[in-house]
């Protein structure tokens, strides 16, 4: 089935054209991209159901997608793929309320494991190894956990950012969200150190629309993000100028 993609040429250091391709899955949440894919987490308000697809960056079409539903939880949110695995939180749609880290295989996307956080989860960001950085709801909380799902840390985010989706790349870490409080409107990526989380600078992608309002990808020094849900939804890609 043909859901939600859009491409833009490589290699250039202004906004590239996107393409779009329509859908049904209504609320985009999740980017991640590789040479060849691009996986896609969104949530059907309409059908309280959790979506989540690999797409061929070549030809745009769908080859594999994935209802992630789980009673309650069918807020899937921002994703990380690491190694042979995707990682999603899958959550409420509600603050404090429960979710699941899932690790699906990043080709069929079926189910390898999960764990069970107490609270909601809607991005995250993973090194695939050895431990998965989860941000609750408008990301006033920042858990750490192993790949078992023993807590490691949590700490409160002092930081005027509501993170939608982040990405470990380079040894850094990009969050990318929309400000709350004073900051309310602004949208941009602040990037973090990995280890203590502080935020080392931060990036405004553009003016003309919020860029950061949902998902996130990086990959080789440019920056991919999908704010539009359906239907018509696109990928923009730009290098960071940090």
Same mark, same amino acid.
């Given at each position: /089935? /043909?859901?939600l993609?859009?491409a833009?040429? %490589?290699?250039?250091?202004a !906004?590239?054209q @996107?393409?779009?391709?329509e859908? *049904? #899955? &209504? #609320?985009? =949440?999740?980017?991640?991209?590789?040479?060849? !894919?691009?996986w896609?987490?969104?949530?059907?308000? $309409? *059908?309280?159901?959790? !979506?989540?697809w690999?797409?061929?960056r070549?030809t745009l079409r769908?080859?594999?997608?994935?209802?992630i539903?789980?009673?309650?939880?069918?807020?899937p +949110?921002?994703?990380? %793929?690491?190694?042979?695995s995707? !990682?999603? @939180?899958l959550?409420e749609?509600?603050a404090?309320?429960?979710? $699941?880290?899932?690790e699906l &295989?990043a /080709? *069929?996307?079926?189910?390898?494991?999960?764990f %069970?956080?107490t609270? #909601?989860?809607g991005?995250?960001?993973?090194? +695939?190894?050895?431990?998965i950085?989860g941000?609750?709801w408008?990301?006033?909380?920042?858990?750490?956990?192993?790949?078992?799902?023993?807590a490691?840390?949590?700490?409160?985010?002092? =930081? @005027?950012?509501?993170?939608?989706? /982040?990405k470990?790349?380079g040894?850094?870490?990009y969050?990318? +969200?929309t400000g709350?409080? @004073?900051?309310?409107?602004?949208?941009?990526?602040? =990037?973090?150190?990995?280890?203590t989380?502080a935020?080392v $600078?931060?990036w *405004?992608?553009g003016?003309?629309r919020?860029?950061t309002?949902?998902g996130?990808?990086?990959?080789?020094?440019k920056?991919f993000?999908?704010p539009?849900?359906?239907?018509?939804?696109?990928v923009?890609?730009?290098?960071?100028r940090w």
């Open positions: /089935m /043909m859901r993609v859009a833009a040429l %490589a290699g250039l250091t !906004w590239a @996107p393409r779009s391709i859908h *049904t #899955h &209504d #609320h985009v =949440q999740g980017l991640d991209v590789s040479d060849r !894919w691009f896609i987490s969104a949530v059907d308000r $309409r *059908t309280k159901t959790g !979506w989540i690999r797409v061929d070549q769908t080859v594999a997608e994935r209802n539903t789980d009673g309650a939880r069918y807020h +949110g921002g994703l990380q %793929a690491a190694g042979e995707v !990682w999603v @939180p959550a749609y509600r404090a309320s429960t979710a $699941r880290i899932l &295989d /080709m *069929t996307l079926a189910e390898k494991s999960s %069970a956080v609270d #909601h989860v991005a995250l960001a993973t090194d +695939g190894k050895s431990w950085l941000a609750n408008d990301a006033r909380k920042l858990y750490r956990w192993n790949l078992r799902g023993e490691l840390s949590v700490a409160d985010n002092p =930081q @005027p950012l509501a993170i939608q989706d /982040m470990l790349a040894g850094v870490i969050a990318g +969200g709350i409080g @004073p900051e309310k409107g602004r949208c941009w990526v602040d =990037q973090l150190d990995p280890a989380l935020v $600078r931060s *405004t992608p003016a003309d919020c860029y309002n949902e996130l990808g990086v990959l080789a020094g920056f993000f999908l539009e849900d359906e239907p018509r939804s696109r923009y890609v730009r290098e960071g």
